[in-house]
């Protein structure tokens, strides 16, 4: 397809599902891929190689986790030869472009990036460079990647290509491969990334018309000469495809998160939030813990209203189909989207920049959305910070909602019964531009959380923490830790209502630290509990609030294991005597 047949197909898809006004978008200096990364908001990823004809099982043995690693030392640890010579009896044949387009399409996600060769070195379309490809070493003898670029070219999606550019695990050379070749000569990493990597890179960049991106991974101890040469490969070929931070070295057009992170607070810049439809990328037959519609929802919603867009991965099985379990939470979950495009397309940040206790928040054009995930039942919705005055709120487009500002908190009069699945919509409309003091709060009926994040610290620090619960499911909490006796860590919250809340913790650490909380400097509590390396809520006990405002609660260790202490949230909920 030309590249204005695109842009003019992109155009129409983004403005028929974005209730931008007209005008804006003609006026649009950006490429059509920077539109739908920057509006789409929402892709498809599908992790399809050899390893899915393994389905995370070798010779009777179940590897959990990461399927698309089956072959790696630190999974089944399959000799070179054998896994290629599985690449025989690969017969995808019920791969079908034209199904996934269209799941793609009623999941309301608006381009794929499949994995055109990943760290296996096996390459899922018709390669020159090599015979270990879906044409020259399967049954099925047919260029997988020219089917679904076809389709989605036809169909109005973007497609763009993952690409491994520096782990190869069967390829001279390659990296975390062999070493030599058959002959047993030494080949480098420069002689496989000029006979390999590059012209793969120049055919994915040639023959299937324009693309969306190259999704480059796992760049490894690459130097950056390399990663140089292939964003300018790409540039040269597809002047307007982006291309991942993966590239390596500082390198690419947006930042793709950690696997399965959702930042707490907005992030600046143009960026990509990655998750899967079961545990691992790779379709595994024991996987069977499927995301369900509502993760889906929230996760996408939670993504853009920190400012990225989100990609979520599909993996066909050892016959190219797509399970039904994915594909149906797709649907439905795109059923949401489908009904709400105001808050997925073209949406902006939440001016919050984090989540509120009962949802999040997104703006379209000069309104805001917001989008409740956990509806409050008894007929009032809290909303704190908004300085600008609300001129009206609707319920799904339809409803007019009646509300009062209290305390500087706005309250809306919901109805009681749930309205929507998985989440509903309100949307303002204001009387001047969006002003919102993003200031932590407590809501007057429900718990809230504040991670330690949104804390000031003193002698201890904030870091990452993350850690796999299978092979690649990674989790992530950003935690004070590296406490001493004189640490302290002080979280300064807006009260909308006076009254008695539970104070909880969620720490993890070795031995039990006993923790005291001051309210507003003064000593309030002080407790100990038994502790495990899982982070786990615990309580500390009841405070009273005596004044509506603003009051700081802070958290210092006064004994035990501080040492291994990493405190990840406090929360604060209400109890009603
Ligand atoms: C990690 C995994 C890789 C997967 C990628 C997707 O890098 O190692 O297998 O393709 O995540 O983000």
Redesign the pocket.
């Known amino acids: 397809m030309k590249l204005n047949v695109l842009l003019l197909s992109v155009v129409v898809l983004l403005t028929a599902s974005c209730s931008q006004p007209s005008g804006t978008v003609a006026e649009d200096t950006r490429s059509p891929q920077e539109i739908l990364f920057e509006d789409g908001n929402y892709a498809m990823f599908i992790?399809f190689g050899l390893y899915s004809k393994l389905e995370g099982v070798w010779k009777d043995k179940v590897y959990y986790g990461?399927a698309?690693?089956i072959m790696n030392s630190g999974q089944a640890g399959i000799p070179i030869e054998e896994y290629m010579a599985e690449a025989a009896g690969f017969n995808p044949s019920e791969f079908d472009a034209d199904a996934i387009v269209q799941l793609a399409k009623d999941a309301g996600m608006k381009y794929i990036i499949i994995?055109s060769k990943?760290?296996e070195g096996f390459a899922m379309f018709d390669t020159k460079v090599s015979d270990f490809d879906i044409v020259d070493a399967t049954p099925l003898k047919r260029d997988l990647m020219a089917e679904l670029a076809e389709a989605c070219h036809r169909e109005g999606l973007g497609i763009g290509f993952?690409y491994s550019q520096f782990q190869d695990w069967t390829a001279p050379g390659g990296g975390r491969g062999p070493q030599t070749d058959a002959s047993g000569r030494p080949v480098s990493f420069d002689e496989y990334f000029r006979t390999k990597c590059v012209p793969q890179v120049e055919e994915l960049t040639t023959k299937y018309g324009d693309i969306q991106l190259i999704w480059f991974?796992?760049p490894g101890e690459m130097q950056r000469q390399y990663s140089q040469e292939l964003v300018e490969l790409v540039r040269k070929n597809q002047p307007h495809a982006l291309v991942s931070s993966r590239v390596g070295n500082g390198l690419g057009d947006y930042k793709t998160l950690g696997?399965m992170e959702v930042p707490v607070s907005n992030q600046e810049g143009r960026w990509e939030g990655?998750d899967v439809t079961q545990v691992g990328?790779g379709f595994s037959k024991y996987d069977n813990e499927w995301k369900s519609p509502e993760f889906i929802v929230h996760t996408l919603v939670s993504t853009i209203a920190r400012g990225g867009t989100w990609m979520l991965n599909v993996g066909p099985d050892s016959k190219g189909r797509v399970s039904e379990m994915a594909a149906a939470a797709l649907r439905k979950s795109g059923k949401w989207v489908h009904a709400h495009p105001q808050v997925v397309y073209s949406a902006g940040p939440s001016p919050w920049g984090h989540a509120l206790p009962w949802g999040d928040a997104v703006v379209q054009g000069d309104r805001i959305e917001l989008i409740v995930f956990d509806w409050p039942v008894n007929g009032k919705l809290w909303v704190p910070g908004l300085k600008t005055p609300v001129k009206s709120a609707r319920l799904e487009g339809k409803k007019k909602l009646s509300f009062s500002v209290e305390d500087g908190w706005l309250c809306i009069n919901v109805p009681k019964e749930v309205p929507g699945e998985y989440a509903s919509v309100i949307e303002l409309t204001l009387k001047g531009d969006i002003d919102v003091d993003g200031a932590i709060c407590a809501d007057p009926d429900r718990t809230s959380a504040f991670p330690a994040e949104f804390a000031s610290v003193k002698d201890c620090r904030i870091r990452k923490s993350s850690w796999t619960e299978k092979f690649?499911e990674w989790k992530f909490r950003n935690v004070a830790q590296g406490f001493t006796g004189s640490s302290t860590v002080t979280w300064t919250v807006g009260f909308q209502a006076p009254g008695i809340y539970n104070v909880e913790l969620d720490y993890a650490g070795a031995d039990p630290v006993e923790w005291k909380v001051l309210l507003d400097g003064k000593e309030a509590l002080i407790d100990w509990h038994k502790v495990t390396g899982a982070y786990a809520w615990q309580p500390l006990g009841w405070i009273r609030i005596e004044t509506p405002g603003t009051h700081t609660l802070t958290l210092l260790p006064s004994s035990g294991d501080m040492a291994n202490a990493k405190v990840s949230s406090i929360r604060v909920t209400p109890i009603a005597l």
């Open positions: 992790h990461n698309e690693w994995t990943h760290h993952y991974d796992t696997d990655i990328w690649g």
